[in-house]
């Protein structure tokens, strides 16, 4: 769904190096296991197409950030208000509000939210 090259477009090389360093541990190894990381959290909300869109793919680039900062011990309050407004995003697109697919056509659902009444009283 993403690689390397795509979270390099979001941060820079030295700031991946920095969030990918533990040690015992090969940077290209910590790459995979955020990445795996973030696609196992947005399977939770939807099913991943195999031509994922843009936005889905934006969601797992801040995702994997995000999983590489939990890492490194970033403060979690901060790391906790960016990945409840992913989620925000997710539960949106897993409702049919907002398309996950590259050639998504179909019109995005909306809810009717009104009670039918039946005339119970009248006989």
Same mark, same amino acid.
Request: proline share 0%; hydrophobic share 40%; glycine share 0%.
């Given at each position: 769904?993403?690689?390397?090259?795509? !979270? =390099?477009?979001?941060?820079?090389?030295?700031? =991946?190096?920095? =969030?990918? *360093? !533990?040690?015992? +541990? /090969?940077?290209?190894?910590?790459?995979?296991?955020? &990445?795996?990381?973030?696609?196992? *959290?947005? /399977?939770? +909300?939807?099913? &991943?197409p195999e031509k994922p869109n843009q936005a889905l793919k934006n969601i797992c680039i801040k995702l994997t950030l995000l999983k590489l900062k939990e890492k490194q011990d970033y403060p979690k309050d901060k790391l906790m208000l960016i990945q409840e407004e992913l989620e925000k995003v997710l539960l949106k697109m897993s409702a049919g509000k907002t398309p996950i697919a590259e050639n998504d056509t179909t019109p995005p659902r909306i809810h009717k939210r009104f009670f039918i009444h039946n005339n119970w009283g009248k006989r």
């Open positions: 769904m993403i690689t390397k090259d795509d !979270l =390099l477009n979001e941060v820079s090389q030295k700031e =991946l190096n920095e =969030l990918c *360093h !533990l040690e015992d +541990f /090969s940077e290209e190894r910590v790459l995979e296991d955020a &990445i795996k990381d973030a696609k196992t *959290h947005i /399977s939770t +909300f939807v099913i &991943i």
